[in-house]
């Protein structure tokens, strides 16, 4: 035989044997094949190759916890938006009137092309690149105004105290959404982090955890203290999470010593640790922190690591209790993503923050200090 025929041969030869091994390590693969190749070939109605592997990933990952899903690739990119808080838009928040059922601006966010425009909170959007939108779902609406940096949008506008609707042409570019903001805004759109009537207290929102929050949250304290701040109010309600190293981050700014949060993996090991460093910390001024039922994962790491260490108090409803991690797994050849939940948070006590799937009971979650439990209806 000659030796290129050899070789080739060998080759094959470990192919298959690898390819066994994996369909003995796990031997529904082979049906899960033959499954997708029968409905092919037999189904009724036709079906595309990616729609059943799509429909196979959501029904794996739909065996698992609530937080476990499959991403596919057309919403992966609003999902990375979602998560980095940034998109190429004009920059504004919109609402539905209540009053009038029409679209409206909530509030352009300062120095976007929708603030440098002249557009005003109040202001009525009565159609988006000349599609009305009379009884237009509020994330239709969002979705039309998002595209690629760059492109072009046009929007007729009734300002508010107007009678006659103008166009008004703008360019979209990449916003910034602040995760970090205020009680009220001031008059040229930024947010004001004082409490009217509370001299000295200052009040900080924070709706989420991305990899700007530690930044923007940094820039505000500081100025706060400059103003002469004698304590904080940190607002987490309707926080829903987001990244592990933000809440790790916020957490050691008020911090100087001791663990933030551990990490473990299956089976119970913890794998991380991360401690506080005095580098990072603010100078301790008093702190209550704000919490509800909708108060989950990274923002309840804030909230648990504060109590825990006895740096702030806690206020309002026990939270939502989701203490695991999730990691966002790209698969191969524009197939999507999954985002997997791989750990779990504790607290600095030593507890799961994870609520048990079965019951209400336990210490999870994170509980108001006693005698500052205080409804939504207060």
């Known amino acids: 035989m000659p030796r290129r025929n050899l070789l080739l041969l060998v080759v094959l030869t470990l192919a298959a044997i690898v390819c066994f091994t994996r369909m003995r390590k796990n031997p529904y693969l082979n049906v899960i094949a033959d499954a997708i190749e029968v409905i092919e070939q037999r189904a009724l109605e036709p079906v595309g190759d990616k729609q059943l592997f ?9 065996q698992l916890d609530e937080n476990s899903l499959y991403i596919s690739q057309d919403d992966l990119d609003a999902f990375k938006e979602d998560i980095d808080r940034e998109f190429a838009g004009v920059g504004m928040e919109i609402m539905v009137d209540p009053e009038t059922s029409q679209l409206a601006v909530r509030s352009p966010m300062e120095g976007t092309p929708a603030h440098r425009a002249g557009i005003l909170a109040g202001d009525r959007i009565l159609a988006i690149d000349d599609k009305s939108t009379s009884g237009m779902a509020l994330p239709d609406a969002m979705a039309l ?13 009734l300002h508010v105290g107007e009678k006659e609707p103008v166009d008004v042409s703008l360019v979209r570019e990449i916003i910034h959404v602040d995760t970090v903001i205020g009680d009220t805004r001031n008059e040229d759109g930024s947010w004001n982090y004082s409490i009217a009537g509370q001299e000295g207290i200052g009040y900080i929102r924070i709706d989420s955890f991305a990899e700007t929050t530690a930044a923007e949250l940094e820039y505000v304290v500081e100025a706060l203290l400059e103003q002469g701040m004698r304590g904080l109010v940190l607002d987490l309600r309707d926080n829903p999470g987001g990244w592990l190293t933000a809440a790790v981050d916020v957490s050691n700014f008020f911090l100087s010593s001791g663990v933030i949060v551990t990490i ?3 089976g119970g090991q913890i794998t991380e640790s991360y401690i506080a460093t005095p580098e990072a910390s603010f100078p301790n001024f008093p702190i209550a922190v704000i919490v509800n039922q909708e108060t989950a994962s990274a923002a309840e790491i804030v909230a648990a690591c504060l109590q825990d260490h006895k740096r702030a108090a806690i206020v309002g409803q026990r939270t939502y209790g989701k203490g695991t991690v999730q990691e966002v797994l790209e698969l191969r050849e524009d197939c999507g993503a999954m985002k997997l939940t791989t750990a779990s948070y504790w607290r600095p006590s030593g507890t799961d923050i994870q609520r048990p799937r079965d019951s209400d009971n336990g210490d999870w979650g994170v509980k108001p200090d006693k005698g500052f439990e205080v409804s939504l209806t207060d």
């Open 54 to 62: 799509e429909g196979a990933m959501r029904g794996m990952l739909g």
């Open 145 to 157: 105004l998002r595209g690629p940096e760059g492109s072009p949008l046009k929007l007729t506008i």
């Open 264 to 266: 473990r993996r299956r």
